[in-house]
């Protein structure tokens, strides 16, 4: 968690994690993570999981990105569910986790 304060509040932010899965849909994740960089919330992490896409998205996503993102190259296509699992279980060692997607 961090503790800010501002005057005399001090506000505490739990650590929030952004999973977001690309499978050859380079331009709009780009679009997805220039909007995500808005957030004004002071702590979080955003994970990308490239799912064994054809092109170049991950080198991409990287060179643009990489800065900002966590991300993680598969070099297979895997399921929705897998890809998840794969991002968790690198939450899993840094932090505790709560799972919720749409």
Known sequence: METITKGQAKMTYPKVSIIILNWNGLEYTIECLESLQKII???YK???????SRGNDAEVLQERLGAYIHLIKNDKTMALPKGIILACAT???THSLAISYF
């Open 41 to 43: 919330y002071p702590n």
């Open 46 to 52: 955003v994970i990308v999981v490239d799912n064994g």
């Open 91 to 93: 939450l899993w060692q």
